[in-house]
């Protein structure tokens, strides 16, 4: 039996490593909360962090206008391998490559999930002015985008 040397690459690589990425957040992010406070001050109401039971798939959007039937994502740039920002780390690329890859392949079946449900989806970058990504959520609030585009600029 060969004894591998190499540490294992399921599990982040110090205990300070995994305290300072077991305390970044899911919810109430910084570019999450700017958008919503602009979404509310523009007379928006939605619910926030709510699961949605569709056939085969539990999405949980970061927004949702459950009657206009808009979900909004807020994605960061590392988590969800954005294409101008996002990069591969340089540590422990056996942990984190499969894990981002499955990040991304989750965000593409919940978008075709709730496309298939009859769902709008915006996607907006962490890096995104909140102004900008508010109007493109309005815009697909009040039905000026088509239901069955997914929405993201980079």
């Known amino acids: 039996m060969a004894l591998n ?16 990425m077991a305390a970044i957040k899911r919810r ?24 949605l039971q569709l056939e085969g798939a539990r999405p949980r959007p970061d927004i949702v206008f459950t009657r206009a039937r ?17 990069r591969q780390p340089g540590v422990n690329g056996g942990y984190w490559g ?20 009859g769902w709008e989806v915006v996607r907006v970058w962490e890096h995104e002015a909140p102004g900008e990504a508010v109007e493109r959520i309005v815009a697909a609030v009040d039905g000026a985008a088509p239901a069955s585009r997914v929405a993201r600029t980079g």
């Open 70 to 86: 808009v979900a909004v994502f807020v994605d960061g740039c590392f988590w969800h391998c954005c294409p101008e920002h996002g």
């Open 28 to 51: 109430d992010t910084k570019p999450e909360r700017a958008i919503r406070s602009l979404l509310h001050a523009a007379g928006r109401r939605y619910r926030v962090d709510l699961r």
């Open 5 to 20: 040397s190499d540490p294992p690459t399921s599990t982040p690589p110090t205990p300070g490593r995994s305290r300072n």
């Open 98 to 117: 499969p894990k981002l890859e499955r990040n991304v392949a989750r965000d593409r079946a919940a978008d075709e999930a709730l496309a298939a449900a």
